[in-house]
């Protein structure tokens, strides 16, 4: 694999993660690990992933392709950083310059800078499950490439270990152990993961309303052929709310409403 490619990073996770960052010999480093992965995730976030290359970060921050491989080896390990360093703004509840997500009722704030996620547990899980959901998907809203990049990622980071230890005890009320805690948080993470792709796909096919003025006549014959009356009757019940927000929120509640925790 070239130092480009997509793939997890070659860095043992104790070196990536736990190691002291930055060049270790020769003079005083220009630039942070960490500055260098905000310049990358800058560029995902305006040009997509694909345009994230190890020459063009180096570009972006004004050092060349090799001192850049003194901070991230290849882009792998690169994006491990760029997950990893988006993955704070969890426990913020929102990026600096977006906002916060609101509270969930009874939740109370973190003092800043505290571990974990911006708001403490407040015993209702499933109520706390969907504020974890609610959050995810607005991180992943600001960050389109997040979901496609979390399917590569390998090894969690400081900031993605201390939401997972608030997610393990949000669902320390359900009684379940450990491990199947963390099932839950991993199904959780992938239906927004999912859910986002889709909603990110829709809103890029919403451009084209010639498409959707297609595809709405083409299921209106469909549904008026006598041969798919489930589907008939489906589309002639009464519209919900189509809205991304309000469709992404029936979609978390029944997910975390059906959990069985016996």
């Known amino acids: 694999m070239t130092r480009d490619g997509g793939g997890a990073g070659a860095v043992d996770p104790q070196q990536l993660w736990l190691a002291p960052t930055g060049p270790r010999r020769g003079r005083r480093p220009a630039h942070s690990r960490e500055a260098i992965t905000a310049a990358a995730v800058a560029l995902a976030d305006a040009e997509g992933l694909e345009a994230v290359t190890m020459r063009k970060v180096a570009s972006q921050v004004g050092v060349s392709v090799m001192s850049l491989y003194s901070y991230a080896p290849d882009k792998g390990t690169l994006l ?3 997950v990893d360093q988006v993955s704070g703004e969890l426990t913020t509840g929102g990026a600096p310059e977006s906002g ?11 003092p800043p800078g505290g571990p974990g996620a911006a708001y403490a547990p407040t015993g209702d899980w499933r109520a706390d499950l969907k504020t974890i959901g609610h959050l995810q998907r607005a991180l992943m809203l600001r960050h389109p490439w997040l979901p496609a990049a979390l399917s590569t990622r390998r090894t969690p980071g400081p900031h993605a270990l201390a939401f997972v230890e608030h997610a393990l005890a949000v669902l320390r009320p359900t009684g379940l152990d450990g491990a199947a805690r963390l099932e839950i948080f991993a199904q959780l993470t992938a239906f927004v993961a999912a859910h986002v792709g889709h909603e990110l796909a829709r809103t890029e096919a919403a451009g084209a309303p010639d498409r959707a003025a297609a595809e709405a006549r083409y299921l209106a014959a469909v549904a008026a052929d006598g041969h798919h009356p489930e589907l008939a009757e489906a589309l002639a019940a009464p519209g919900r709310s189509l809205t991304p927000e309000a469709t992404f929120t029936r979609f978390l509640n029944r997910l975390t409403d059906g959990l069985d925790t016996d």
Not at 102 to 109: D, R
């Open 80 to 82: 491990e950083l760029m």
């Open 100 to 110: 916060a997500v609101p509270a969930p009722p009874g939740a109370s704030p973190r």
